[in-house]
Antibody
């Protein structure tokens, strides 16, 4: 069964950092672009960042560019999101998903990031 | 990276058909045939319902169909069922290898 399991969400102070992980099982992420999507409380889905299959190309929403870094370890079948300079606007449920251009065909349940003092 | 425009809510009776619109620009919806639609039940992971404008993934009911004209894409649900009640989001691949989502549409089955 294809599964994506996110972890690393936590309560963090403004200006702080977090690293999210997304462990894949039931398939190998190696040939696939991977993506992070978030949903703030009461809001819709927002694309955050994507990474190409080999990790050479990364793409970011303007709202996180320069603060977040997406990466992957294909040998560990895991996707990451390094988040710096966190603000209240980053409070959200963060989902990882498989795919990019042709849509996201598998999603994780998400990990909750709360930024508050 | 402005959000695509969707109606906030759409409703219909069981058995009826409804259509959700998704309006963007020539830099996203109008410029690429990479429009997707997702069904999202609160507390669950979103589910891909349509990809590349009109293709259904394996296992998705043929009651769901997608189309596009110019800068506007549409999702039609025919034979509306109670289980279709959910939030629906469109998304489009966009310039500079980015993705933009719509604001979401709440579908209510009356």
């Amino acid at each position: 069964e294809v599964q994506l399991l996110e972890s690393g969400g936590d309560l963090e102070q403004p200006g702080g950092s977090l690293r999210l992980s997304c462990a894949a099982s039931g398939f190998t992420i190696t040939p696939h672009a991977m993506t992070w999507v978030r949903q703030a409380p009461g809001r819709g889905l927002e694309w955050v960042s994507s990474i190409s299959s080999n990790g050479d190309s990364t793409y970011y929403a303007d709202s996180v560019k320069g603060r977040f870094t997406i990466s992957r370890d294909n040998s560990k079948n895991t996707l990451y999101l390094h988040m710096n300079s966190l603000g209240a606007e980053d409070t959200a449920l963060y989902h990882c998903a498989k795919g990019l251009r042709m849509g996201f065909d598998n999603w994780g349940q998400g990990t909750l990031v709360t930024v508050s003092s | 990276q402005s959000a695509l425009t969707q109606p906030a809510s759409v409703s219909g009776s069981p058995g009826q058909s409804i259509t959700i619109s998704c309006t963007g620009t020539s830099s996203d919806v109008g410029g690429y045939n990479y429009v997707s639609w997702y069904q999202h039940h609160p507390g669950k992971a979103p589910k891909l319902m349509i990809y590349e404008v009109s293709n259904r993934p394996s296992g998705v009911s043929n009651r769901f169909s997608g189309s596009k004209s110019g800068n506007t894409a549409s999702l039609t649900i025919s034979g509306l069922q109670a289980e279709d009640e959910a939030d629906y989001y469109c998304s489009s691949f966009a310039s500079s290898n980015t993705v933009v989502f719509g604001g979401g549409t709440k579908v209510t089955v009356l």
